[in-house]
């Protein structure tokens, strides 16, 4: 969107990179009013000499309002009832109140349309008109935390078709780019290759711009047609940040939905995992000395590990944990601190017959006297013989590189500074 948008706008300089500004991950629908890009432009008809900035007249923004969004409206599915493109056009930045807003709560598109008056701002929208939402939004963003991304895409015959992207080349572009992130799984797993039909090659994501060039070098098979960097939100936990605090109950759920929250907890009684390996939790939320609402805490399959945390937490247990609410008071959970956890008790000892300890029947189960050979049912306990917590306090557990949002600030970049 970035060349054709430069490309009708000939006496605009780009500024700058582009934003690419994510908004709230727990909105229904994604990918429809959730994200944004922003445009610093500067005119080459007006360089003043004296270094002040230009202040484009209505006329200008005008005109480019008209021609940006010919431009957006050409390249969107307008025949999609859950389609709403909008494009903002300001000649200064909006309220940084709205995007705090925007990446953790639900913004209304008259909320956004106040933001876009009060800076003498112009806007035009279509469908949902949820596409100003985020338009407004990225020119709100502070840039506070910031990292990069480097957008390579396709030719346009090949799009729609596989793409040719090895483990190699992106196991070398790892190795050239030491502050990427969120390349490859665990397992190897292309990350930063979309399975979409959509544009684009690849993405990578650095937390500099410095080294992000060298991945056009370092492809092999599929060739780009373009590539261009960003300045981005990814990985800056800001939908955390921003994160807003629950309330009492007053009749309704005190976790709403399409939000995310931040809160401590203390962990309730234990749950078997669910068919398909997921795994629901009850806890009481807490604030300060106050038990305000019971709660769930999710922890579905892709979450891998992290349901091995939510198991190992005793009755009692206080936890801080963070993740997205997209049912009335369940937490689908993103990262976990425990903060308190009680000693465990003792695993109890195998039982005893004729003064002996009984001998275990192997695979088939149960426990045998190896004098009178009576037989009894019994199972290993899963805990260990220490009476520690299996859990370290103090520490953040969180869902592995395949289950992150593009705002997941992975716990690891406190330990490697950029």
Not at 144 to 162: D, K, M, W
Not at 182 to 190: K, L, N, V, Y
Not at 219 to 246: K, M, Y
Not at 393 to 412: I, K, M, N, S, T
Request: proline share 10%; aromatic share 4%; hydrophobic share 40%.
């Amino acid at each position: 969107m970035v060349d054709p948008l430069l490309k009708a706008l000939p006496k605009w300089t780009l500024v700058g990179y582009p934003r690419l500004v994510r908004l709230n991950p727990a909105v229904a629908w994604k990918t429809r009013g959730n994200g944004a890009v922003a445009l610093t432009l500067s005119s080459d008809e007006h360089s003043a000499d004296d270094g002040q900035a230009h202040v484009p007249s209505d006329q200008e923004l005008a005109d480019v309002l008209e021609r940006a969004s010919r431009v957006v409206a050409a390249g969107a599915a307008l025949d999609d009832p859950s389609c709403g493109p909008g494009v903002v056009v300001s000649p200064r930045t909006l309220d940084m109140e709205l995007y705090q807003e925007a990446v953790a709560t639900i913004v209304p598109a008259e909320r956004a349309s106040r933001a876009i008056v009060q800076a003498q701002a112009l806007s035009w929208s279509a469908g949902t008109r949820r596409g100003i939402i985020g338009a407004a939004a990225a020119l709100a963003w502070p840039q506070q935390s910031v990292t990069f991304e480097i957008l390579a895409y396709r030719h346009p015959s090949r799009i729609g078709t596989p793409r040719d992207v090895s483990d190699r080349c992106l196991e070398r572009i790892e190795g050239a780019i030491p502050d990427s992130f969120h390349t490859r799984g665990r397992r190897g797993s292309a990350l930063s290759v979309p399975s979409s039909p959509c544009p684009v090659l690849l993405g990578i994501r650095a937390r500099s711009a410095s080294h992000l060039p060298k991945v056009v070098d370092l492809l092999e098979g599929e060739a780009p047609a373009s590539w261009r960097i960003f300045v981005t939100n990814h990985a800056t936990d800001d939908h955390r940040l921003f994160a807003q605090v629950p309330s009492a109950p007053t009749g309704g759920a005190t976790l709403q939905p399409f939000r995310p929250y931040d809160v401590i907890v203390e962990i309730g009684p234990p749950s078997r995992r669910r068919r398909g390996g997921h795994l629901l939790r009850g806890a009481t939320l807490l604030q300060g000395r106050m038990r305000i609402a019971q709660i769930t805490l999710a922890a579905f399959e892709p979450t891998k590990g992290l349901r091995n945390v939510l198991e190992a937490l005793a009755p009692g247990d206080r936890c801080e944990v963070f993740g997205l609410c997209t049912r009335p008071d369940v937490l689908n959970l993103a990262k976990v601190r425990p903060l308190v956890v009680a000693p465990r008790p003792p695993p109890e000892p195998r039982p005893r017959c004729c003064d002996r300890s009984m001998r275990s029947c192997g695979r088939a189960g149960g426990l045998r006297c190896r004098t009178c050979g009576k037989r009894v049912e019994w199972q290993r306990p899963a805990a260990a013989s220490s009476t520690a917590s299996p859990v370290e306090v103090g520490r953040w557990y969180e869902v592995p590189a395949e289950a992150r949002g593009h705002l997941h600030r992975p716990e690891a970049f406190d330990a490697q500074p950029p």
